[in-house]
């Protein structure tokens, strides 16, 4: 990444939202090659994120957002899902590590109509060439005031059209691209 760090950056980062392309693994983009998130059925859609110990999801913290850029007769439109989590995820063994806590979510049930509604406006944006997008929003506390030397961030999905899971980005370290006082900044203390 050749741009200096920015916070906007970081906190996209932490929603795993850094630029895709660079961080996502050429086997998921393959496996995602016959995924549309415009069609694909919402309550199929799976997430599991993965974190270091001393952090966890802040209260609400991790959800789907839809985004569709403004045009000419449109503004642009951002989208939260809430996702709520699953206490019987049955994630598979390959995904965890040990001293890293993983989550599994899925979309909550009073989103589902929400999300359809969403898929519909944005395959109508895409026909008119307005972009739009779908991204995994993952906001963290920490349960300590010492920020560790190794963050290391891992989002997984999954759909009704994939066998299983597959890494969106995995162990992402963040304390590559940030110092501990902006890591700091952008993940609170947890209440």
Not at 101 to 113: Q, T
Not at 118 to 143: D, F, M, P, W
Not at 147 to 166: C, G, H, N
């Amino acid at each position: 990444m050749t741009p200096p760090l920015t916070k906007a950056l970081l906190a996209l980062f932490l929603a795993g939202g850094l630029a895709a392309c660079e961080v996502t693994p050429v086997r998921t983009m393959w496996a995602l090659r016959n995924v549309d998130p415009m069609t694909t059925a919402p309550e199929g859609i799976r997430v599991a994120v993965r974190i270091p110990q001393g952090f966890r999801p802040s209260p609400d913290g991790i959800a789907l957002i839809g985004k569709l850029k403004a045009s000419d007769s449109e503004p642009a439109e951002t989208v939260r899902f809430n996702i709520e989590r699953q206490e019987n995820s049955d994630l598979p063994s390959w995904m965890r590590r040990a001293g890293a806590p993983l989550y599994g979510y899925k979309i909550a049930d009073e989103d589902l109509d929400r999300f359809r509604t969403y898929q519909r406006k944005a395959a109508l944006a895409k026909a008119s060439k307005r972009g739009g997008s779908i991204s995994v929003g993952t906001e963290v506390c920490r349960l300590a005031e010492e920020i560790p030397s190794e963050v290391l961030v891992s989002v997984f999905i999954k759909t009704l059209e994939l066998d299983e899971y597959v890494p969106f980005f995995e162990d992402q370290n963040i304390t590559e691209h940030a110092t501990p006082q902006e890591i700091a900044e952008l993940t609170a203390l947890c209440p």
